[in-house]
C-alpha cells in the first residue's frame, strides 16, 4: 500500500525537524517546503538555506525553496491582523505561507501539512486563538498537524483517520526549549543553527525604515528592500533619501546595490563613506547629501570637504565616482543638525 504523504514546513530551525522526525517516525512519507522573503535575516549569507537543505538531506526528504516578494510585500504593507512588535505581521504571514504550502500539497497529492509550531512560544502566530484564526482563514481546518503541541489541541483529520497516533504526539507549550533539546538528544540531532529563527520585520531598526519607505513609495522593488538592511538612513524631503554606509563592507553593499538614477557621493582628498541617494534631490538636498558623507568621512573636522558626485548610470565602477567632474566642496553636518534626518 502506497504511503500517506504530508507536505512539512521547514525552516531549518530545531521545531520544524522535530517535527518532520515525530511524523516520519510514525511511516508517513514527507516532503517539505520553504519560503524564503528578503526579510529572512539569514538569507544574506545564507545560512537558514543551508540549514534548512541540510536538515532535509539528513532527514532524505525532497525540499522545495520558494522564494516570494511581490504578494508577500502587500501582505506586510497591510496586514489584516495587524502587526505584533514591529512590522511582523505573523499572523498574516502564516496564512499566506500556509495557503502557498496547501496548494503545494494538492499538487504533490499529499494529505496533511506538518509544521514545527509550539503552542504559545511566540507571542503573536502561536497563541491558541491564532492558531485557529489561521486554521479558519487557510481553509485547512484540521489539516495541519503541530506534532509537538498536538496533544493541547483539538485533534486533526490525520489523528482522527488513524493516520497519525495521537498518543505519539507531544504536549510542548510554552518559551522554554527544554522540552526540544532533550528530543533532538533522542532522535541524534546536535546541529541546528537557526533555532529561533530570524526576521528583520521583527527588528525595530530596519522596522523604522520600512515604515518609511511605505510612507513614501508606492512602487518598491526587492533592491529597494535590499537597501534598507545596510547603512545610515537619512529622509532628505518626501521623495528622496539617502543610505550612508557604516563601513568597507556596508560601501560594497550599498555600491552593489545601487541603481541607474541613483546619485553616489565620495569623499574625494581622504578617506570616507560611500553614500547613495535614492528618488529626487534638489540642489539644496543634494549639498546637505554631500555634508552627511562628510560628516562620516576622515575630515569631518574640517571646514570645508570635496565631495564627488556621480549620477548612477550604466557605468558603477568607484574609479568614475573619483574622476567625476561634479564636485562639491561642503562643510560637513553636526550631529545636532543630522539627528532630525535619521530614518
Ligand atoms: S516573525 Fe516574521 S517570518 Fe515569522 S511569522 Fe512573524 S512575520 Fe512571519
Known amino acids: 500500500m502506497r504511503k500517506r504523504k504530508a507536505i512539512a514546513l521547514l525552516s531549518?530551525?530545531?521545531?520544524?525537524?522535530?517535527?518532520?522526525?515525530?511524523?516520519?517516525?510514525?511511516?508517513?512519507?514527507?516532503?517539505?517546503?520553504?519560503?524564503?522573503?528578503?526579510?529572512?535575516?539569514?538569507?544574506?549569507?545564507?545560512?537558514?538555506?543551508?540549514?534548512?537543505?541540510?536538515?532535509?538531506?539528513?532527514?532524505?526528504?525532497?525540499?522545495?525553496?520558494?522564494?516570494?516578494?511581490?504578494?508577500?510585500?502587500?501582505?506586510?504593507?497591510?496586514?489584516?491582523?495587524?502587526?505584533?512588535?514591529?512590522?511582523?505581521?505573523?499572523?498574516?504571514?502564516?496564512i499566506f505561507m500556509f495557503r502557498r504550502a496547501k496548494d503545494y500539497m494538492e499538487e504533490r497529492g499529499a494529505s496533511?501539512?506538518?509544521?514545527?509550531?509550539?503552542?504559545?512560544?511566540?507571542?503573536?502566530?502561536?497563541?491558541?486563538?491564532?492558531?485557529?484564526?489561521?486554521?479558519?482563514?487557510?481553509?485547512?481546518?484540521?489539516?495541519?498537524?503541530?506534532?509537538?503541541?498536538?496533544?493541547?489541541?483539538p485533534p486533526t483529520i490525520p489523528e482522527k483517520n488513524g493516520w497519525i497516533e495521537r498518543d505519539r504526539l507531544l504536549s510542548i507549550s510554552g518559551r522554554s526549549r527544554k522540552p526540544q533539546m532533550k528530543l533532538a538528544e533522542k532522535f541524534g540531532i546536535n546541529d541546528y543553527p537557526c533555532p529561533a529563527g530570524g526576521c528583520l520585520l521583527t527588528d525595530g531598526n530596519f522596522a523604522s525604515r520600512l515604515r518609511d519607505i511605505f510612507r513614501h513609495s508606492t512602487d518598491i522593488s526587492l533592491n529597494?528592500?535590499?537597501?534598507?538592511?545596510?547603512?545610515?538612513h537619512f529622509r532628505l524631503s518626501n521623495r528622496g533619501k539617502i543610505v550612508v554606509g557604516r563601513n568597507e563592507e556596508e560601501n560594497e553593499q550599498i555600491f552593489s546595490l545601487a541603481s541607474e538614477g541613483d546619485l553616489c557621493f565620495k569623499m574625494i582628498d581622504s578617506?570616507?563613506?560611500?553614500?547613495?541617494?535614492?528618488?529626487?534631490?534638489?540642489?539644496?538636498?543634494?549639498?546637505?547629501?554631500?555634508?552627511?558623507?562628510?560628516?562620516?568621512?576622515k575630515e569631518k573636522e574640517k571646514e570645508r570637504v570635496k565631495i564627488a558626485c556621480l549620477r548612477v548610470k550604466e557605468s558603477r565602477d568607484r574609479e568614475s565616482i573619483i574622476k567625476s567632474q561634479k564636485v562639491l566642496s561642503v562643510t560637513p553636518l553636526t550631529d545636532e543638525e543630522i539627528e532630525p534626518l535619521r530614518i
Open 224 to 232: 529597494d528592500i535590499n537597501l534598507l538592511k545596510s547603512g545610515r
Open 112 to 153: 496533511f501539512l506538518v509544521t514545527g509550531e509550539v503552542l504559545g512560544e511566540r507571542p503573536m502566530s502561536q497563541r491558541r486563538e491564532s492558531m485557529e484564526t489561521i486554521d479558519r482563514d487557510t481553509g485547512l481546518g484540521g489539516l495541519i498537524l503541530r506534532p509537538l503541541s498536538a496533544q493541547l489541541l
Open 271 to 297: 578617506l570616507g563613506p560611500l553614500t547613495i541617494a535614492r528618488g529626487v534631490l534638489d540642489d539644496a538636498d543634494t549639498l546637505i547629501a554631500a555634508s552627511i558623507t562628510a560628516r562620516y568621512g
Open 12 to 94: 531549518g530551525g530545531l521545531d520544524s525537524t522535530l517535527a518532520v522526525r515525530i511524523v516520519q517516525d510514525q511511516g508517513i512519507e514527507l516532503e517539505a517546503v520553504n519560503f524564503l522573503t528578503p526579510f529572512c535575516t539569514c538569507t544574506s549569507r545564507n545560512s537558514c538555506q543551508l540549514a534548512c537543505r541540510q536538515a532535509a538531506e539528513t532527514m532524505n526528504i525532497p525540499l522545495k525553496v520558494i522564494n516570494v516578494f511581490s504578494e508577500y510585500l502587500d501582505i506586510v504593507r497591510h496586514p489584516e491582523h495587524g502587526y505584533g512588535k514591529n512590522m511582523n505581521p505573523c499572523i498574516d504571514c502564516r
